[in-house]
């Protein structure tokens, strides 16, 4: 069977070997395998029972990214980074089966957000995610409808987290010559004029904006494959990694594990998007592995 449906998860496969796990908590995918390595990075302190956000795969952030600064806005009493990670998706089956995708679709509608979240921001929406999976790639994709009596603002990001063999060997392409709010020093804007990212300190990055819509992970190692980030209608891409006292600081997160993985997550998040009534809003990446 190339999807199997478990009471906590589904596990997607492809004919070529590749597969991808996706839990109804947070539709979070938390494992995406192909050509035999995993790619994405899951903490071993994660919690899977829906008791806190799944700590790595790829969490959904809407409709708030990080917690507002304007305390009056309307999405600023939500916790941080929204209610879609937090809330259990409903399984909307099997899109395409055939042999070259797998695709899947998860929904969340207003009414199905947990009461106390969903008190935090009374608006009516829907959102379809599907997931698709290829031999050497994973497509997510959202579409937001606005099922609202009034228009509504939104942030969303992709919040993926890449297993890395080595952080110190990985460079990010894509994303120099750009200004960026650097979250860690408090800097408005700041422009990097080296040719890629490396990590060597905490990083916690937006970069607004970016023009190229395709961001390259190199890996830095001869046995793994880099990654091809494609984004779709996310203009900004934030850039993480906790480093050793954040890491330290988080609950779900192995103090060392700071060094296997580096989050890029495609998103809006440096203005929110105005999203009418009745209109649909869609965005999303492929990420594909490459030698
Ligand atoms: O701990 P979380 O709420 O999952 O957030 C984890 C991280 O997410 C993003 O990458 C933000 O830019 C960071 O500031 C934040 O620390």
Wanted: some cysteine; charged content about 25%; glycine content about 6%.
């Amino acid at each position: 069977m190339p999807v199997k449906v478990l009471e906590e998860k589904v596990i997607l496969e492809h004919p070529s070997g590749s597969s991808a796990e996706v839990y109804f908590y947070g539709a979070t995918v938390t494992s995406w395998k192909c050509k035999g390595k995993e790619r994405l990075f899951l903490s071993k302190n994660s919690f899977l029972n829906g008791t806190k956000a799944i700590r790595g795969g790829i969490p959904l952030v809407f409709p708030q990214f990080g917690k507002a600064s304007d305390p009056s806005f309307e999405t600023a009493t939500l916790p941080q980074h929204g209610i879609c990670r937090l809330s259990k998706w409903e399984w909307l089956k099997i899109s395409v089966d055939n042999d070259s995708e797998v695709s899947v679709r998860f929904g969340l509608a207003d009414n199905q957000v947990p009461e106390n979240l969903r008190k935090e921001w009374p608006k009516k929406f829907r959102i379809i995610y599907t997931i698709t999976l290829t031999e050497d790639t994973l497509n997510n994709h959202l579409t937001v409808k606005n099922e609202d009596i009034k228009s509504f603002y939104f942030n969303a990001l992709l919040h993926t987290y890449y297993s890395v063999p080595d952080i110190s060997k990985v460079s990010i392409k894509g994303l120099s010559n750009l200004s960026y709010i650097d979250k860690v020093t408090k800097n408005a804007q700041v422009i990097d004029t080296n040719d890629s990212i490396t990590i060597d300190q905490e990083v916690d990055r937006i970069y607004a904006n970016v023009s190229s819509d395709e961001i390259y992970i190199d890996l830095g190692h001869e046995d793994f494959d880099n990654f091809i980030l494609k984004k779709i209608n996310l203009k900004d891409t934030v850039v993480w990694n906790p480093w050793i006292d954040k890491a330290h600081g988080m609950s779900d997160f192995g103090d060392d594990e700071y060094k296997q993985m580096v989050c890029v997550e495609p998103g809006t998040v440096s203005e929110y998007v105005n999203l009418n009534v009745g209109e649909t809003w869609e965005g999303g990446q492929i990420l594909k592995i490459n030698k």
